[in-house]
């Protein structure tokens, strides 16, 4: 028994040599490791890099599409309640009779037109307010001609004129509508600042759905 225990211990003492060759296949192993990971951070590094430089070029080359600028007053005339109903009334029309067309169809403007039927002006509830209420005056009494602005003062757009154009042009002039006439001059409707803002919303909105979709991996639209 005593000879069993003799050699166990024996057989479980560390020589100076196999320390050393302990320490040498554990500094071996350390310096692999380390040198794999030097490796590996450096091929994540690369290929960052690639996806990055690949990324960078392609979206110089391409950009998402979005249809700001793109669209015109004719599209938000399209949308507008205006172009479901006669907006004109004429301008020998009493005061009282533009009230009740406004009312009726929940609108703040119409164009006038003159005997012959052609564009002489426009009149909006801020000229009756300021030009009749405010006064005192009857409204059964003035003509629309009275209160109108007229054509030559007018500012108009085109249909084909971009929604920004149209934009600047309210603003430019502290204006909520504008009439719409085609290239012989013909008033062919009108728009109000309340359908401009719909239609910068619906730009906006139209962006905002193709960045999500790319973002998400669903693709996006381009233009080369």
């Not at 005339?77 to 009230?99: H, L, Q, R």
């Not at 406004?102 to 009149?123: F, M």
């Not at 971009?162 to 728009?191: E, F, N, W, Y």
Request: glycine share 4%; proline share 1%; aromatic share 4%.
């Amino acid at each position: 028994s005593s000879k069993k225990n003799t050699s166990l211990c024996c057989h479980n003492i560390i020589t100076p040599s196999k320390r050393r060759t302990t320490i040498m296949l554990s500094a071996c192993a350390s310096s692999i490791t380390r040198a794999s990971a030097r490796t590996l951070s450096q091929h994540r590094l690369q290929a960052s890099a690639a996806v990055s430089s690949h990324f960078a070029a392609n979206t110089s080359k391409r950009s998402v599409t979005s249809k700001v600028g793109d669209r015109t007053a004719e599209h938000a005339w399209n949308k507008s309640c205006y172009s479901g109903m006669d907006y004109t009334i004429s301008e020998d029309a009493t005061v009282f009779e533009m009230v009740e067309k406004l009312a009726a169809y929940d609108v703040g403007c119409l164009v006038t037109k003159d005997e012959k039927g052609n564009l002489s002006g426009v009149v909006s509830e801020r000229d009756y307010v300021t030009k009749v209420a405010l006064l005192g005056d009857s409204s059964k009494d003035i003509t629309v001609k009275k209160i109108s602005t007229k054509a030559a003062n007018l500012v108009m757009a085109r249909p084909y004129d971009t929604v920004d154009a149209c934009m600047d042009k309210m603003l430019s002039r502290d204006i909520r509508h504008l009439p719409l006439i085609d290239d012989v001059g013909q008033v062919v409707g009108i728009i109000s600042i309340k359908d401009l803002i719909k239609e910068c919303l619906d730009e906006k909105e139209h962006t905002l759905n193709q960045l999500a979709s790319f973002a998400v991996g669903e693709g996006g639209h381009f233009v080369m």
